[in-house]
Nanobody
Framework: QVELVESGGGLVQPGKSLRLSCTVS????????MGWFRQAAGKEREFVAS???????????YYSDSVKGRFTISRDNTYNAVYLQMNTLKPEDTAVYYCNAFTVVDYWGQGTQVTVSL
């Protein structure tokens, strides 16, 4: 059974940075397309970033327009983990962030809260 556990969320001031981590057990992170999604209160879950599986195209990554240039997704095969480096955070980045692993099926973590506020 594949399990994903997110960590690293918290309260941060606008303009600051956070790094989210997603550790994967029961599966090999390099074999999945790994992604981050977020869901703000009262809104639907939305795509944030993803990185292709190693067998597809190495570390090809994709970002939503709202985070492009500020967020960076990376995969560490040694630690079987995926990270989301978030810089220049804005109040509109406030949401629960979810890690996702996709092959034939989707696997999701439980989410970690990120709050950007003074």
């Amino acid at each position: 059974q594949v399990e994903l556990v997110e960590s690293g969320g918290g309260l941060v001031q606008p303009g600051k940075s956070l790094r989210l981590s997603c550790t994967v057990s029961g599966g090999t992170v390099s074999r999945y397309q790994m992604g981050w999604f977020r869901q703000a209160a009262g809104k639907e879950r939305e795509f944030v970033a993803s990185v292709a599986s190693a067998g597809w195209s190495g570390m090809t990554s994709y970002y939503s327009d709202s985070v492009k240039g500020r967020f960076t997704i990376s995969r560490d095969n040694t630690y079987n983990a995926v990270y989301l480096q978030m810089n220049t955070l804005k109040p509109e980045d406030t949401a629960v962030y979810y890690c996702n692993a996709f092959t034939v099926v989707d696997y999701w973590g439980q989410g970690t809260q990120v709050t950007v506020s003074l």
